[in-house]
């Protein structure tokens, strides 16, 4: 009898569980995908930042744009000897390392990690790359955006919702980022924001575009992308999708002492798939 009593309510928990699963379900929330490109484009950018260290840092990014479901990849050169490529498709992530011959792929914690010693963060590249926020109700009239699988930021309030001069980012551990728009720029018929400064309580620095295309329209004489052309990406820009997402997933090992989540750089393994292999 004691038996019976017990597989009922177990049974009658599980009910529960399934009901309220699906109720959740129901009313959750829908994610909205809000791009800063509407179309297929690549744009190739430069930072200078003063970083958490109080030290000059540097980097070029060559971006390019697709729609979903097709992957965002991210060309992007730290020093003359270490380049990284960053592939999402917002639901795959892989890290390929140029100078370690080595991959990863990321789960949705690690975006957290800075690229190299600048204050960009993964995250940044895969919120513009995806831009998931979720939607807002009808009865809510406001320019704040509340990100869906952002792990670093969790609103960006811009001041406007046409042509934003200012935009503020709130996130994890009361982190604040406030960005200027200094200028907007027509590319290839788009307008973008081409030069902009942002500034956090621990880091600043500044970002601009030196060119943007439509890939339907690319020019080949573009000077960064004869400068790529010669290096190492030269090869690795050719994989965009091969990288998504049949990539064995393989996670490093990282020692005790490592820094905490919000702090940590750039972590890469020393194992290359067969399919980097000529």
Known sequence: MRNFKKQSS???????????????????????????????FQISLEGSFINRSKSRTHLDILWKHHNLPQADTFAIQLSKNDSLYFVTNGKYRTLYSTKLKATRQMALHHLKEFIGKTPIRFDDLEILANGAFLCPEDSQKTNRLSTAFSQMWFTLIPDTTKVPKLLKM????????????????????????????????????????????????LTPKDPLL??????????????????????????????????????????LISVSPSIFKP
């Not at 994989?239 to 997933?249: F, R, T």
């Not at 996670?251 to 820094?259: D, L, T, Y």
């Open 10 to 40: 177990f049974f009658l928990f599980s009910i529960l569980l399934v009901n309220l699963f699906c109720s959740v379900n129901i009313y959750a929330q829908e994610i909205c995908h809000k791009s800063l490109l509407d179309k297929d």
């Open 170 to 217: 709130f996130g994890t551990r009361s982190a604040k980022r406030e960005i200027k728009i200094l200028e907007w720029r027509h590319f290839d018929s788009v307008l973008l924001p081409a030069k902009i400064q942002f500034a956090s309580k621990e880091d600043c620095g500044s970002i601009w575009i030196h060119s943007a295309y439509d890939l339907n329209n």
């Open 226 to 267: 004869e400068i790529t052309k010669k290096s190492e990406l030269a090869t690795v820009l050719q994989l965009d999708n091969k990288l998504l997402p049949d990539i064995s997933i393989i996670e490093p090992r990282f020692s005790s002492h490592k820094k905490s989540g919000s702090q940590s750089e750039t972590m």
